[in-house]
């Protein structure tokens, strides 16, 4: 079992950047892979970014490539995304996600996690 906590969410203007965090506790974080994903209210969940358990690998949605980089802290039990260059689009709940990974693998759908943190709500403002 693994609990994952974010923060980091809130207002931001178009422009402007937030760095969102991931704390993990429980097993060995760096058994995990881990990822980002995204949720309006009614839609389903959208793939943000991933990360391998060792962080060597990341992967990105065509959308925030160059803009968002995803980044892992093993000694620290934390993960995160640093959002810059935000847009009104990029507006959502923000969650993060973790699966145990036996290679250096990455997970891009939200079927492939067994466990996510409770969200973290961005807002950024035109």
């Known amino acids: 079992q693994v609990q994952l906590v974010e923060s980091g969410g809130g207002l931001v203007q178009a422009g402007g950047s937030l760095r969102l965090s991931c704390a993990a506790s429980?097993?060995?974080?760096?058994?995990?892979?881990m990822g980002w994903f995204r949720q309006a209210s009614g839609k389903e969940r959208e793939f943000v970014a991933a990360i391998s358990r060792s962080g060597g690998n990341t992967n990105y949605a065509d959308s925030v490539k160059g803009r968002f980089t995803i980044s892992r802290d093993n000694a620290k039990n934390t993960m995160y995304l640093q959002m810059n260059s935000l847009k009104p689009t990029n507006t959502d709940v923000y969650y993060c996600?973790?699966?145990?990974?036996?290679?250096?693998?990455?997970?891009?759908?939200?079927?492939?996690?067994?466990?996510w943190g409770q969200g973290t709500q961005v807002t950024v403002s035109s």
């Open positions: 429980g097993r060995t974080f760096s058994n995990w892979a």
């Open positions: 996600a973790a699966v145990r990974s036996s290679a250096n693998y990455i997970k891009n759908k939200s079927y492939e996690y067994d466990y």
